[in-house]
């Protein structure tokens, strides 16, 4: 989505403090630090040859070409950011992206996702994290440190899936909004099977919480048995969505995301600021 020019309605919905946490894919966080970081894509024609393209450091992502330079040059501030941080004994995705933006601030003047974020305290998991530009990053880093006899930085996921939950069970009522699917979408609604378990396994106790509200914009069809395209109803039969029975409401919008988001978001918008709605985060 960041390669699609989308970085900045997820800007925008920070920023208006319209959400309390971001759960994301590590391509759209990476390609779009890199434009945050100053760089640039380019559109991709289709006489283009990929083999050439490789052999010239262009990398494909359907119809636009990210420069192997861009990530050679992110790469740098990765690590510049993991060297300069020690007092970080384990990382997890959201600590590393929150520095990240951190540097995007102090750094540069162009808006960015992880900028917003770091600015609104607006935590960004990314579950798939070695699944990414920056996994692979931290990754090279790791092996970096080997070579030179030091300690190479920790990373440990269940600090992302502890604080999720954590800041779930601090909220009155949970909303979701979903782009596509994949490992971010289930992620961030496997929060209600997680604390049902955590109480008939492990007798813990605790509020079970489920989502009261929804909307998915996805053109995936549910009969390709999916998870993409699996609908928020499925969802009631895991325990991540309150029913519709009991309250729940959700809206699912079978489209490239590409065409309605930007139409919902701007009408949303303009609704907000017509009713002088003050997000909790702004106040």
């Known amino acids: 989505m960041t390669v699609a020019k989308m970085g900045l309605l997820v800007c925008d919905m920070i920023d208006k403090g319209m959400v309390d946490a971001v759960v994301s894919t590590g391509a759209l966080m990476a390609h779009g ?46 690590r510049e950011v993991l060297n300069t941080c020690d007092s970080i004994e384990e990382w997890c995705s959201y600590k590393l992206n929150w520095k990240l933006g951190e540097h995007l601030k102090n750094k540069f003047e162009g808006r960015g996702i992880l900028k917003s974020a770091f600015m609104r305290k607006v935590p960004v998991y990314v579950p798939a994290f070695t699944d990414s530009e920056l996994g692979l990053d931290f990754g090279i880093c790791r092996r970096n440190r080997r070579r030179k006899g030091e300690d190479p930085p920790k990373f440990n996921p269940y600090h992302d899936l502890e604080d999720y939950t954590a800041r779930v069970l601090e909220s009155k009522k949970l909303g979701i909004f979903t782009i596509g699917g994949g490992v971010p ?10 604390l049902d378990i955590i109480d008939k396994r492990i007798g813990e106790g605790g509020a079970f919480k489920r989502f009261h509200y929804g909307v998915r914009i996805c053109p995936e069809p549910v009969h390709w048995g999916g998870l993409s395209g699996c609908t928020y109803s499925e969802g009631v039969s895991w325990g991540k969505f309150v029913p519709k029975s009991e309250g729940g409401m959700w809206s699912e919008v079978m489209s490239d995301a590409t065409i ?4 919902i978001l701007k009408a949303v918008m303009e609704r907000l600021d017509a009713s002088g709605w003050k997000s909790h985060r702004l106040k």
């Not at 309605?260 to 139409?263: I, N, T, Y």
């Open 33 to 78: 630090f890199v434009e945050a970081a100053g760089m640039q894509h380019f559109k991709y024609e289709s006489e283009m040859d990929d083999k050439e393209l490789y052999e010239k450091g262009y990398d494909r992502v359907y119809d636009t070409l990210e420069l192997e330079k861009n990530l050679d040059d992110a790469e740098l501030i990765v």
């Open 260 to 263: 309605a988001w930007p139409l």
């Open 185 to 194: 979408r289930n992620w961030a609604q496997q929060v209600g099977p997680y």
